[in-house]
């Protein structure tokens, strides 16, 4: 039996909903893409990919750490501060970049 199975077990449910999430953005950012004669929509879709694809390289950051902690035991608090930082920016400016780009498409 593996030791600490369910925490092992959250921790990928995590890391896959946030892969799930990442997956949902860049196709939401494709889908913007393909709006016709929209002038910001290339941009926004572009910087929805983009932001997706941090995504994924923030959350595996995040699954990494924390299957070295629950191997090792051990809670190091200082790694997880800037990772979920990073996590909040990111997802500040997705909301500021759907913000922009529907304030634009009213216009």
Same mark, same amino acid.
């Given at each position: 039996?593996?030791?600490?199975?369910?925490?092992?077990?959250?921790?990928? =449910?995590?890391?896959?909903?946030? *892969? #799930? %999430?990442? &997956?949902? &953005?860049?196709?939401?950012?494709?889908?913007?893409?393909?709006?016709?004669?929209?002038?910001?929509?290339?941009? %926004?879709?572009?910087?929805?990919?983009?932001? $997706?694809?941090?995504? &994924?390289?923030?959350?595996?950051? #995040?699954?990494?750490? %924390? =299957?070295?902690?629950?191997? =090792?035991?051990? $809670?190091?608090? &200082?790694?997880?501060?800037? *990772?979920?930082?990073?996590?909040?920016?990111?997802?500040?400016?997705?909301?500021?970049?759907?913000?922009?780009?529907?304030? =634009?498409?009213?216009?």
């Amino acid at each position: 039996m593996i030791d600490n199975f369910q925490n092992h077990a959250a921790n990928e =449910r995590t890391f896959l909903s946030w *892969i #799930r %999430t990442a &997956v949902a &953005v860049a196709g939401f950012g494709i889908l913007i893409e393909k709006i016709p004669d929209v002038s910001p929509a290339l941009w %926004t879709g572009q910087a929805l990919v983009g932001l $997706s694809a941090l995504l &994924v390289i923030l959350s595996t950051l #995040r699954f990494l750490a %924390t =299957r070295g902690q629950l191997n =090792r035991q051990h $809670s190091d608090g &200082v790694l997880f501060g800037w *990772i979920e930082v990073m996590f909040a920016m990111m997802l500040a400016l997705l909301l500021a970049t759907l913000f922009v780009f529907l304030l =634009r498409l009213v216009q």
